[in-house]
């Protein structure tokens, strides 16, 4: 059976799992090693990455064409044509895009595939875009981006199109920004700023992707909604213990940094907390996000704190031992489960 890099990863990993709990034989596993291939060749990646430059290219003359508007307004001139003409006739192109995608959906590549979604949700949006400017609708963007993720997130789920879920996502924290910021009092929504916001967004992120895990239905896109909440969520925090929830950069200047450290404290208990809950359930990403802002966290307090009175020599050798310590613990724990 061939398969791609990833899935032989896991399949070797799964395999090796069901040697070690007895569910198979040493032989059996290792048939089963054996009759699966990665069919990543060379000459296959090369192609993938020419496919991404394709698709870089499409966004930019996408917005080479239609974010200048200049040129729009010739071509609307040119044609005779007013907004509502134009969000129609692109949103009619972009159903038969889609139509003719889902039709060669077997005939070309997952990449090539995500590559069709890209265009046919671009034109989904342009329609978007002349429709909300024929209605008149708010120049602040909210309403807007409230129907593209709408929009992205039905047309993600059935065609099983991994770009426009990410699209989808993005649209999403682009729509809360706009949608806090425009019903914040003094710079805060609901009593909090721009970092702590996006901390509590980043966790609803993630409940929709535990969601998504318990629901088959909607789990095609589980793990890119996952990383996406842990980015923001850890971000958030990382916002918070540097400027707590001050609303201006004003008031923030004229406290010292000490009256944010217990933010620093909470920042890094989540790190060390996502850490362990990664290595006890062998979930790599909430591991490797939780040693990552571990490590951003202690940086950034180094910097705040002890840049101008502590030796650097001192201050990385301590961290040098610390992770080292932590690397030979859980080297150590792998072996003893090993044996």
């Given at each position: 059976?061939?398969?791609d890099k990833n899935e032989w990863e896991i399949l070797q990993r799964a395999i090796s799992e069901w040697e070690h709990t007895g569910l198979l034989s040493?032989?059996?596993?290792?048939?089963?090693?054996?009759?699966?291939?990665?069919?990543?060749?060379?000459r296959q990646q090369i192609a993938q990455y020419f496919f991404f430059i394709a698709l870089f290219c499409t966004l930019m003359a996408f917005g080479a064409?239609?974010?200048?508007?200049?040129?729009?307004?010739?071509?609307?001139?040119?044609?005779?044509?007013?907004?509502?003409?134009?969000?129609?006739?692109?949103?009619?192109?972009?159903?038969?895009?889609?139509?003719?995608?889902?039709?060669?959906?077997?005939?070309?590549?997952?990449?090539?595939?995500?590559?069709?979604?890209?265009?046919?949700?671009?034109?989904?949006?342009?329609?978007?875009?002349?429709?909300?400017?024929?209605?008149?609708?708010?120049?602040?963007?909210?309403?807007?981006?409230?129907?593209?993720?709408?929009?992205?997130?039905?047309?993600?789920?059935?065609?099983?199109?991994?770009?426009?879920?990410?699209?989808?996502?993005?649209?999403?924290?682009?729509?809360?920004?706009?949608?806090?910021?425009?019903?914040?009092?003094?710079?805060?929504?609901?009593?909090?700023?721009?970092?702590?916001?996006?901390?509590?967004?980043?966790l609803i992120i993630l409940l929709i992707a535990l969601l998504q895990r318990q629901v088959k239905q909607i789990s095609f896109g589980q793990r890119i909604?996952?990383?996406?909440?842990?980015?923001?969520?850890?971000?958030?925090?990382?916002?918070?213990?540097?400027?707590?929830?001050?609303?201006?950069?004003?008031?923030?200047?004229?406290?010292?940094?000490?009256?944010?450290?217990?933010?620093?404290?909470?920042?890094?208990?989540?790190?060390?907390?996502?850490?362990?809950?990664?290595?006890?359930?062998?979930?790599?990403?909430?591991?490797?996000?939780?040693?990552?802002?571990?490590?951003?966290?202690?940086?950034?307090?180094?910097?705040?704190?002890?840049?101008?009175?502590?030796?650097?020599?001192?201050?990385?050798?301590?961290?040098?031992?610390?992770?080292?310590?932590?690397?030979?613990?859980?080297?150590?724990?792998?072996?003893?489960?090993?044996?």
């Amino acid at each position: 059976m061939d398969v791609d890099k990833n899935e032989w990863e896991i399949l070797q990993r799964a395999i090796s799992e069901w040697e070690h709990t007895g569910l198979l034989s040493n032989d059996q596993g290792d048939k089963l090693k054996q009759s699966i291939t990665c069919k990543g060749s060379e000459r296959q990646q090369i192609a993938q990455y020419f496919f991404f430059i394709a698709l870089f290219c499409t966004l930019m003359a996408f917005g080479a064409i239609f974010l200048n508007e200049k040129l729009l307004e010739k071509i609307k001139a040119y044609f005779a044509w007013s907004d509502l003409v134009i969000a129609l006739i692109t949103a009619l192109l972009s159903a038969l895009w889609f139509w003719y995608t889902a039709k060669k959906r077997n005939q070309v590549s997952s990449i090539a595939y995500e590559i069709y979604m890209v265009l046919g949700g671009l034109a989904v949006l342009t329609s978007l875009v002349y429709f909300c400017k024929e209605a008149h609708i708010d120049k602040t963007y909210t309403a807007l981006l409230s129907l593209a993720v709408s929009i992205l997130v039905v047309i993600a789920q059935v065609f099983r199109s991994k770009a426009l879920w990410i699209g989808a996502i993005g649209a999403a924290i682009g729509w809360f920004g706009t949608f806090s910021n425009w019903l914040s009092t003094d710079n805060l929504f609901l009593g909090m700023n721009y970092p702590m916001r996006y901390t509590v967004f980043g966790l609803i992120i993630l409940l929709i992707a535990l969601l998504q895990r318990q629901v088959k239905q909607i789990s095609f896109g589980q793990r890119i909604t996952y990383i996406a909440g842990l980015i923001l969520f850890f971000s958030g925090l990382w916002g918070i213990s540097i400027f707590g929830n001050y609303n201006t950069l004003v008031g923030w200047q004229q406290v010292r940094q000490v009256h944010v450290l217990a933010y620093s404290i909470v920042f890094a208990f989540a790190s060390a907390l996502s850490f362990y809950i990664g290595v006890r359930y062998k979930d790599d990403l909430a591991r490797d996000f939780g040693v990552l802002f571990l490590l951003i966290n202690l940086y950034t307090r180094y910097f705040e704190y002890f840049w101008d009175s502590m030796n650097k020599g001192i201050f990385f050798s301590i961290l040098a031992a610390t992770f080292g310590l932590v690397g030979w613990l859980l080297e150590r724990q792998r072996k003893a489960k090993s044996e």
